[in-house]
């Protein structure tokens, strides 16, 4: 990384930062890493490993083993990539340390040494909270950059951290490169803003994306990962490595910016983003501008994700096929009560969902049949292991006809529970572990705000009246939808300006229940992003107990947006 040759507020100008992105979680492409490093110039790779769900795998490792819990793919792709990296300068940072940052910086200098590459190896720790919440599996608060950017400061080229935000490795890093302080917020918001764009690796050059089949089939077969241009002023240019797969423009950075937030205002452990002022430019092909982005001093209170064992759930699914899908449904769903309830443990929870994917008059048996799946919970594994496969098994021969499952239920798998907490910073201990050894601690920050939400901005002036076509929302609006613990959100933006004077009073929270009826007896909260010409919905309690209970069909609200997207609505035909 280069030294900074003056700070945000003076002195000369700086380089900008040429900052990139090789995994959006445990679990992403493998080859991403060495793509990223030689595929064109790079001052810093980031990488993202950590999510709700991956903390609680790291701590059921844990569990096996004290010495691990950190993600043991980031050190065999160093294994390939580590003297790529060093030959050409470029840092790493990377929050794969999960649970056990020191571990894995141990190991890290273990690997080099054995690759004869001299790489300078930091840390962060502080954010394991496990003593103040006894009886969690894991407890880690959020922490910010500041730790990262005292590890470059010190010379640090790998940095591996635990529970930090996810844009806090590029708002770290950034600061490090530019000599930000700790109240220069608007610099700060604009490469958080960055780096919640580039944390999701693909999601911002194309995959997962509405319009996806606008840029012809073969588009985002194999997607480049995201990289970002910082400057000093904390604006940024979102691209890609020349001659890589995928696409960047407007539409994939507002796809990005609205996931898996709520309001206008994006709180950190460094600065509260106000989204609602980010302004995004086509600069050229693959180049979209993001800058104006304001900042606000963080909030007192650092938030800490906990995850614990919740019990043991199972799951079998029905195969129903042909005429009376629904009595055949009633009648095994009456039977396999039954039979639980004569059982030695009854499952605490029993959850059926029928799935009509049937057709009338179908071609074939699949497109004939319609799928019952039942999901049992409960503490006891033998309450939804033996009971539950013995009273379906026990119907295979007394049941309805064309009677079968997708496959026979086994054994009790244990399923996680998240959910969030709130501590004051001042008494987290956020500290940079350098390459020398030497614990520096980070302050908590100079000052703080409370976050309240941004009063509702002005709308714009509605479309004239003229004639409408029912039609589905998806032909004028794009969506992104993702989770927050038990809550989802979707994000909606329209591509014009005339859509947006369309979408901001036809999309109003009653018309959103009535098109997503799942929702329509749960609090959704929307938030208006003009802006962006975006809306996004806060849906309260949609996914129970987060995305490790796996409740729900679709656990993490990944295809909420799309669903929403293909529901009819009068739309005007200008628009269409």
Known sequence: MRPPSGSGAGGAAVPPLRIGNASGFYGDRFSAMREMLTGGELDVLTGDYLAELTLLILGRDRLKDPSRGYAKTFLRQLEDCLGIAHERGVKVVANAGGLNPAGLAAAVRELAARLGVPVRVAHVEGDDLGERFPGALTAHAYLGGGGIAACLSAGADVVVTGRVTDAALVSGSAAAHFGWGPTEYDRLAGAVTAGHVLECGTQATG????????????????????????????????????????????????????????????????????????????????????????????????????????????????????????????????????????????????????????????????????????????????????????AAVELALGSYPGFHVTAPPGKGAPYGVFEAAYVDRSGVAHVAVLPDGERRPVPSGAGTLVLEDVPPPPLPEPLPPGPTRRAPLGLVAGARSGDKGGDANVGVWARTDDAWRWLAHALTVERFRELLPECADLTVVRHDLPNLRALNFVVEGLLGEGVAARARFDPQAKGLGEWLRARHLDIPEVLL
């Open 207 to 390: 995959g997962n994306y509405a319009f996806f089949a606008e840029h012809g089939p073969t588009s985002v077969r194999h997607p480049g990962f995201p990289l970002a241009e910082i400057h000093q002023d904390g604006s940024a240019v979102i691209t890609k490595h020349d001659g890589t797969g995928g696409f960047v423009d407007v539409g994939t950075v507002t796809a990005q910016l609205l996931y898996e937030t709520q309001g206008a205002r994006y709180a950190g452990p460094d600065v509260t983003v106000r989204l609602d002022t980010a302004t995004l430019t086509q600069e050229g092909p693959d180049r979209v501008r993001v800058d104006s982005v304001r900042g606000e001093a963080p909030p007192p209170a650092l938030k800490v994700g906990l995850t614990r064992l919740g019990g043991f759930r199972n799951e079998v699914v029905f195969v129903l096929t042909g005429l009376d899908v629904e009595a055949k449904a009633a009648l095994v769903r009456t039977q396999i009560e039954d039979a639980l309830g004569r059982a030695e443990s009854r499952p605490a929870e029993l959850r059926w969902e029928l799935a009509r994917t049937d057709r009338a008059d179908a071609a074939t048996e699949e497109t004939a049949s319609a799928l019952l799946r039942l999901v049992a919970r409960d503490p006891d594994a033998d309450a939804v292991g033996r009971a539950l496969s013995g």
